[in-house]
């Protein structure tokens, strides 16, 4: 079972444990898709592309294939699809298949609808089930889900706006970043759903590096001012990648970091797999040193808010 994030904070020479997020608050072959190279707005979208250089939209649509691929084999592989996933508590397994699912059919119509349309309702997986309860028909229905989701962005192209939910944040609206959120969606999901049967692996590392990039770039970074003393957060991937969280009255801004650059205010390291995990609160942080389990019968240790799914707002 993957461990807990390690999260070393250091203020004022003391060594605290960090409870916080960073949010800003509230194909087959027959594909053919452009790569991107331009979004529009301004220098944000600019910015925005080039931390996703080494993921063009047909990387991106590859690698959400291919999580979509490894959630539907984690629900098939569940001897029950009634019980309760311990880091979503809310849901059985079944409901979560039938949220990642409704959720894809609702992302297929927010791509083909274009600017200005406002997304459709979102469905209840308790209140109103509508995936199939047979296993074979479910795992066919999931699938057709992802195929339906990347038909419609691969039709709207990268660079078409979209409605998002994330209108706060200084990335940019459009297909080509809605599809990038997408690859978050099934990888954490598909944790979720090992995590139930007692057989959570960590993401893979191509997949939990671009997940803290596309976090951090999509969640975190913000126009809206903070509106504390100014600050520099650092994130540090084990897999060698760093990150700078730059918050002042201008908001948050994310950027690489240098090898040479000088400590930041706080610092988080760990595994990219336990970062995603830990902003998605699938996993608690500990004090280095700590060591604390999240179990799959439900008696995880929490740290701060219940958790906050990154899929809320779809």
């Known amino acids: 079972m993957v461990g807990p994030v390690a999260v070393d904070v250091a203020v004022g020479g003391q060594c605290v444990e960090f409870q916080g997020g960073f949010g800003a608050g509230d194909s087959p072959g027959r594909r053919r898709v452009r790569p991107t190279n331009s979004l529009p707005g301004g220098r944000s979208a ?18 959400i294939e291919d999580r979509s691929a490894a959630f539907r084999a984690a629900i098939a592989s569940a001897t029950d699809l009634d019980v309760q996933v311990p880091s979503c508590p809310d849901w059985t397994l079944r409901e979560l298949a039938q949220h990642l ?19 459709p ?29 990347l038909d419609a962005l ?11 939910w994330w209108g706060r944040s200084r990335a940019p609206q459009t297909s ?100 995603v995990l830990y902003f998605s609160r699938a996993r608690p942080a500990r004090r280095p040193g700590e060591h604390r389990r999240h179990h799959a019968d439900g008696t995880a240790r929490r740290l701060g808010p219940e958790r906050v799914e990154q899929n809320a707002h779809l």
Request: proline content about 7%; aromatic content about 4%; overall charge negative.
């Open 46 to 63: 600019a910015i925005h592309n080039r931390r996703a250089k080494n993921l063009g939209v047909p990387e991106v649509l590859r690698l």
């Open 154 to 164: 691969c039709e709207a192209g990268p660079d078409r706006g979209c409605w998002t």
């Open 176 to 275: 080509g970043a809605l599809a990038r959120h997408q690859i978050q969606e099934f990888a954490v999901h598909t944790y979720d759903v090992q995590l139930t049967q007692g057989a959570a692996q960590p993401l893979p590392t191509e997949v939990a590096v671009e997940g803290v990039d596309e976090f951090l770039t999509t969640v975190s970074a913000t126009t809206v001012p903070w509106p504390f003393t100014p600050a520099a957060v650092d994130l540090h991937a084990t897999e060698g990648r760093s990150w700078r969280l730059t918050l002042d009255a201008d908001g948050v801004r994310c950027g690489d970091l240098a090898a040479d650059a000088e400590p930041g205010d706080l610092a988080m390291r760990g595994a990219a797999s336990e970062l």
């Open 121 to 149: 309702a979102k469905t209840d997986p308790k209140g109103a089930p509508t995936a199939p309860r047979d296993r074979e028909a479910l795992d066919a229905w999931l699938a057709e889900s992802t195929e339906l989701m």
């Open 101 to 119: 699912g409704d959720g894809r059919r609702r992302q297929a119509a927010i791509a083909a609808a274009g600017p200005g349309a406002e997304p």
